[in-house]
């Protein structure tokens, strides 16, 4: 059983940064596919950033640009940088995970996931 964990949330104003990081247990990143997916209140969940067992990354056109998902496979750690953060990136943010040589993005194609981290952005 693979079991990731999401930390590094907060609250910050409009235009500051925040780093959040994903760490699993029993694995190595290296044979998986990862993404982080966020969820506004009264929104459904939507795919932000995803990075492919070979280091290939996508990301959402609302966030291209100010995010940036990397993975570190000798830490186990997956992150995701976001700058110039804006009060319509507020969400509980997750991490999910699927042992893939390839490219994820829907929800359906990840067989595991965190519980989530809270990022609120301040105007």
């Known amino acids: 059983q693979v079991q990731l964990v999401e930390s590094g949330g907060g609250s910050v104003q409009a235009g500051g940064s925040l780093r959040l990081s994903c760490s699993a247990s029993r694995h190595s990143y290296s044979n998986y596919s990862m993404a982080w997916f966020r969820q506004a209140p009264g929104k459904e969940r939507e795919a932000v950033a995803s990075?492919?067992?070979?280091?290939?990354?996508r990301y959402a056109d609302s966030v291209k640009d100010r995010f940036t998902i990397s993975q570190d496979n000798r830490k186990n750690i997956v992150y995701l940088q976001m700058n110039v953060l804006k009060p319509e990136d507020t969400a509980m943010y997750y991490c999910a995970g699927r042992r893939l040589f390839g490219t994820c993005w829907y929800q359906g194609d990840f067989d595991y996931w965190g519980q989530g981290t809270q990022v609120t952005v301040s105007s």
């Open positions: 990075i492919s067992s070979n280091g290939g990354t």
